[in-house]
DNA sequence: TTCTGATAAATGTGATCACAAAAAGAAATT
DNA sequence: AATTTCTTTTTGTGATCACATTTATCAGAA
């Protein structure tokens, strides 16, 4: 196996390798550093992130247990390929998900969280003008956990990064062509439900969000996507 | 710190160390063995389960992964606790997630499927006639999972899975008191509309059966329901 | 040329150890 | 007696090794 490269992610102070592991391989897959249906090995990982195997081993159990990596009965470790209908599925869970999330959140946000939220949406603006898309996923993530995150016993917040993180590096092909895909800004929409307290048009501008920024909920649309996701 | 038991487990023939340990923690947690709060120790767990500490911090890497146990900040993992508020996020997102992966799941099950879905139903009931409710639990889990998994895209099943192990404890206490709680058999409601190809009324029949087998979702049903738990 | 079997290499698994960090216990100080 | 400090014990982490399993390669036979 050729030497790897990951992409690079600082390590802050104290911080364990295996939690540093873990966040660079997420980073990486979040990213598309790797192709669909490569395997990954213990000891490559390893080499590549300058460590001993046993936290890459206890990464690898995580993330293959929030469907980023995929165990296979040979016990290979492989990056799943996402076919339509499973890109279908993930796109229909996430819009049920995070407009549940979002109902749950209404209650427990103040006006001043929400001006927080929408500072935020400025942000994801302000990269999208200056061409840092990476930054732009980044920070539009932000902005949608920071929304559900209010309620503090809300569940469904690891399970929708999981789904985040699953379907990352297509998102971040989305992205690339923000400008042609989505159009009416849903995150706008959003932040004034939420100052109504409105959880039905919250849900309903998170679900068109979702919809709109992979350029539709159509099979054209999500072949278009897949097509340039390759 | 005393030496734990855990509840026994068959160990397959040719299985790894870790898959029997993930496994049969799975079970312990599933069946309330470790009551919330408690702190558990790589040490201890591998002790009780006679192998290395290696095997064990991969399977909690797992289990910490999925919810059904907390890694804290101090780097203890403890058994999670469960307030009201996170027990009504719980079964208000089983409600979502199952009601949405029995809809994605009807256009993928044949008669045949469904035939055998209503005889895992059965079974469901002569479990709970012949008083064996640790059984019937299993068995309902498995009538809802042979349901959703029909569609072979339902990113939702390990979600929901991970929902019913954090449930684990509680859901044995309300099977134990089926009698009182469910009074109307929302399985074969579900199965009816499984058969006439209906999914609002597949949704509707799981959702209901979600909300009644733990005796209401009310405030007072809530409250009655985790005080038996403990 | 293709298939089969044997061998070598790669890779995952489990055990063990030493060290780092946190918790518990004991001693000293206020 | 209560609080603080120091010491000991417990517990998590990372490294390394040997062994088990899987994959790749090579040689020989058909």
Do not use: C
Not at 45 to 74: H, K, Y
Not at 133 to 147: D, G, P, S, W
Request: charged share 25%; aromatic share 4%.
């Amino acid at each position: 196996m050729k030497t790897l490269v990951l992409p690079a992610l600082d390590r802050p102070e104290g911080i364990t390798t295996h939690d540093y592991a873990f966040s660079r391989l997420r980073q990486a897959i979040m990213v598309g550093a790797f192709r669909p249906g490569t395997s990954v090995t213990i000891r490559g990982l390893a080499d590549a992130l300058e460590s001993s195997p046993t936290p890459v081993r206890e990464a690898l159990r995580q993330l293959t247990s929030i469907g980023a990596l995929q165990f296979l009965q040979n016990r290979r470790i492989v990056v799943p390929r996402i076919s339509p209908a499973r890109f279908e599925e993930l796109i229909s869970l996430r819009i049920v998900l995070e407009s549940h999330a979002a109902r749950r959140a209404v209650a427990h946000l103040s006006d001043r969280q929400i001006d927080r939220i929408a500072v935020l949406d400025d942000g994801i603006e302000a990269a999208i003008l200056s061409g840092q898309k990476a930054q732009a996923l980044i920070a539009n993530q932000e902005f949608h956990r920071q929304i559900y995150s209010a309620n503090p016993d809300q569940v469904a917040v690891p399970l929708i990064e999981s789904l985040w993180l699953q379907l990352g590096p297509i998102l971040g092909i989305a992205m690339e062509h923000v400008n042609e895909f989505y159009v009416v800004d849903r995150h706008r929409e959003a932040i004034d439900a939420l100052r109504r307290r409105d959880e039905n048009a919250v849900a309903e501008a998170i679900a068109a969000d979702i919809r709109e920024g992979i350029g539709g909920f159509d099979q054209q649309a999500i072949g278009k996507l897949l097509a340039l996701a390759g």
